[in-house]
């Protein structure tokens, strides 16, 4: 009789196990602590960081973290990598500021969300995490760029007043209204040369035609450059062997991803 009743009781237990087991999330994406979130791993020269609502900076070292509301400055002759969820990259050229305003944030709907600004000059980025459960954005103060499995460089001006965005290899979607890239039908690259874009004109009366909402979806060796007001400035292709293609900045981050291996 006893025996019996202890193999109920067995069984009740292994049946709560498996329950317990099968209601448990296993497919979910895992929430990262901070420390997974964001590291330095290269600093050379003088790189600053601060959080956002700070006066002073102090300067950036290797191997120590980065979080939600830093801002980041490279100064002349200096450079950065931060290593992102231990397996996205940004790298950071001289003379470069950016805003980290989400760093894998978890959203009401449980996504993880990253959203950067770049405030002035150039980053290089290789971002692999995406996917369903989250979001990656980058964006300047003309355009919003919303990265899935991509190598992207992204650049922006404040004297010339417009930004560039490369495509290396991937897709990037980007928008002048970001907030509303789900809902506008996007537009491809097409073509081989660089195609200047038509700017808004003058039209009898008062009136001027606006600007159009619009969104690109840039792939694998394309480019576009905005200007101010997300004026479309030019959309095409670029080659290995431009001369842009051809700078230190660019030469090193090709030669740090073979090294990596993350190519």
Known sequence: MNKNRYSIVFLFLLITVCMALAAKPWGAKRKLDDAQKGLFTLVEGDVKKKQLQDLDWIRAQLKTNVYTGDKVRTLLKSRAEMQ??????????????????????????????????????????????VDANSTFDVSSDFAGA??????????????????????YTGEVKI???????????????????????????????????????????????????????????????????????QTDWVKWNLARDRQSGNR
Do not use: C
């Open 84 to 129: 992102l969820a231990e397996i996205d990259l940004i790298r950071l050229a001289p003379k470069t500021t950016i805003d980290i305003v989400k760093l894998y944030e978890e959203t009401k709907e449980k996504k993880l969300e990253t959203k950067i600004k770049l405030e002035q000059g150039d980053i290089w980025g290789k971002v692999k995490s």
């Open 146 to 167: 919303a990265i899935t499995g991509t190598v992207f460089r992204l650049n922006h001006d404040s004297t010339k007043q417009e930004t560039q965005l490369k495509v």
């Open 175 to 245: 928008s002048n209204a970001p907030e509303k890239m789900d809902t506008l039908t996007p537009q491809t690259i097409g073509g081989s040369q660089r195609r200047q874009i038509e700017g808004p004109r003058q039209v009898p009366g008062p009136t001027q035609i606006s600007l159009d909402q619009w969104v690109y979806l840039v792939r694998n060796m394309q480019q576009i450059t905005i200007g101010a007001n997300g004026k479309v400035k030019s959309t095409g292709s670029f080659k290995a062997n431009d001369r842009d293609e």
